[in-house]
């Protein structure tokens, strides 16, 4: 399906998606480029470096479960409108403060404003588009965030060597006023008003039930396997976006310019791998994708150890972003598939925000391990846990209702 066949409201709810996700891709790869010229200048520990994109976290737990609640009740343009306003008091805050401790402070804040973009983005698109595209319009949307990725590193490359770190979170608002004009007078989805509709005439059909999720043993068991491969996918994330500049500087030896472009081909790998997984997705199921890239990710990230010069290091970091990060809006295309839409948004968030959480404290743990032990630990502990969400995802029978067949057939 090109761009130019869709209509005026999928071509819109594109859009908005699309700029959603630069904008959540934006601050991660803003706090993993800025990390090191953060803890120099600080003087904190790189435990307490890790902290910062890993408190994030707090408040997208917090405002992911309350958005996807909203979305689901008063609509999904409505609760991202609140959303983004929020996301931009806290990056705008990030540039004024010299404190660790209002650092953290507005790293929760943002975490509450981007806390809504994953879920209810990728919620809107399966409401515009037929399920047998979601693993492509899905994909499409998260390449569209590491456009936001790529332009951060392009401008972290440029801003923290003249500039500091106080200017570079200043960008971040950006995405924010675009946001705001796309999503501008965008109407709810037609699912989302009968679903009002419903719930408005019959009193007993709850919208945003946070508790549907766990309603059963079979959906509790269900809801935990997909927060277990979310989170694993999130720590692994994480950990490159934030640390592989950090160690791109010390094993390499290089400036924040050299190693802010390695990070650029990192993310346009992360792009090509998101990509190839939805054609995968959509054409040969969810099974056989996440299982591709689950093993691939296991064998390659010891890439980045076997290195040993910048060159090398490049086509490392490209590979293991490719696999890594390419599985990213299959989850929610996923998740959109094996719920219901009175709920959609509200399981979308719930188990990101869920996955996030606990997730994206990894990289205080490998700021520990880094510490004590070294970057081989860390990669040696990264493969095990993609072969444990390997063996999770084996084990969720349902998704082979995302088998193309299946789709077909039902």
Known sequence: MHFSQLSKYQKRVSLSTGIGFVLERMDSVLIGLALASIIATLHISKAQGGLLPSITALGSLVGGVGFGVLADKFGRVKTLSWSIFIYAIG???????????????????IGIGTSGEYGIALTMLS???????????????????????????LLAAWILPRYGWHVLFFTGIIPVILAWFIRFHLPESNTFNQNRAEAVATPKIKLGDVKSLFATPTETWLSLRIIIMFLIH?????????????????????????????????????????????????TFGSRLAFGLYLVGSAATVYLLILAQNPVEFVIAGTIVGFLTDGMYSGYGAVVSSLYSSKNRATA?????????????????????????ASITTVVIFMSCCYLLSLLVMLSIKQLKRNHPRYVKEN
């Open 234 to 282: 999130i720590g692994g994330y994480t950990t490159i976006i934030n640390w592989l500049p950090t160690i791109a500087q010390e094993r390499m030896h290089t400036d924040i310019a050299s190693s802010s472009l390695w990070m650029a081909f990192t993310i346009i790998g992360m792009a090509l791998g998101m990509g190839v997984f939805g054609y995968l997705q959509d």
């Open 127 to 153: 409401e515009a588009f037929e399920k047998k595209y979601m693993g492509r319009v899905s994909a499409a949307a998260g390449i569209a965030g590491q456009l936001g990725a790529i332009i951060s590193s």
């Open 91 to 109: 990056t705008a805050g990030m540039g004024f403060t010299n404190s660790f401790f209002m650092l953290c402070i507005f790293r929760i804040i």
């Open 348 to 372: 979308n968030n719930t188990i990101m925000s869920l996955a996030k959480t606990i997730g994206t404290f990894t990289p205080v743990l490998v700021g520990f391990i880094m510490d004590v």
